[in-house]
């Protein structure tokens, strides 16, 4: 079944004790990328990639990093967690074989941050 | 920059169709535009998408407006399944690689 996992659903932590979210997609895409979705914020971008060992920054990209070193797997590090990243993380992916912006987004079912 | 505006919130009967707006005034010429849908606990599911011409498929029609300045997603027969937050979402075709997220219409469905 194709599909983008995430790992963990839940994850509590304090803060300044680094930790990775890990995502990875079955679909052979090209193209991932992190959002966050807050309360009346909608889902903002964090970081995304177009393909192994090429990432750039999204709109919020500050206290987090990403690495995209297999085609399957991108990463969402915080290397030093504040309670200001208290968030649902979603990762996607997408093919780029058709024209940008013309292909469907693949989403992850989410990871619950909690940073106290 | 480019946005999207939808409605908070909207209500419908169940197996009427429901019609959910969107506008994107900002959008340029080769943007696509995206409707997808999130369900509780659940990441966004792809509903359709298009670029000029109006889309249908098994989940839902697009109709994009002429001067496509605002679209609509369609929902033939509203079932209570589709209970959800829809968001309407641009694909950019020029800058930076992204698909920009508006804060979505969350439909509820009266059986």
């Known amino acids: 079944e194709a599909q983008v996992t995430q790992n963990p659903r839940y994850l509590i932590t304090v803060t300044g004790k680094k930790l990775t979210v890990t995502c990875s997609q079955n679909?052979?895409?090209?193209?991932m990328s992190w959002y966050r979705q807050d309360p009346g914020l909608g889902l903002r971008q964090i970081y995304y990639?177009?393909?192994?060992?090429?990432?750039d920054k999204g709109d919020v990209p500050e206290g987090y990093k990403v690495s995209r070193k297999e085609k399957r797997n991108f990463p969402l590090i915080l290397e030093s967690p504040s309670p200001n990243q208290t968030s649902l993380y979603f990762c996607?992916?997408?093919?780029?074989?058709?024209?940008?912006?013309?292909?469907?987004?693949?989403f992850g079912n989410g990871t619950r941050l909690t940073v106290t | 920059d480019a946005k999207t505006t939808q409605p908070n919130s909207m209500e419908s009967n169940e197996e009427e169709p429901v019609h959910l707006p969107c506008n994107h005034s900002t959008i340029s010429g080769t943007d696509y535009i995206h409707w997808y849908r999130q369900l509780p606990s659940q990441g966004p599911e792809y509903v359709i998408h298009g670029l000029t011409s109006n889309v249908n498929n098994r989940m839902a029609s697009l109709a994009i407006a002429e001067d496509r300045k605002s679209s609509t997603l369609i929902l033939h027969r509203a079932t209570l399944r589709d209970a959800a937050v829809y968001y309407c979402?641009?694909?950019?075709?020029?800058?930076?690689?992204?698909?920009?997220f508006g804060t979505g219409t969350r439909l509820k469905v009266l059986a």
């Open positions: 979402i641009l694909g950019l075709t020029s800058g930076t690689y992204k698909y920009i």
């Open positions: 679909m052979n895409h090209e193209y």
């Open positions: 990639s177009m393909n192994v060992e090429v990432t």
């Open positions: 996607a992916s997408s093919s780029t074989l058709r024209d940008r912006g013309n292909s469907p987004l693949h």
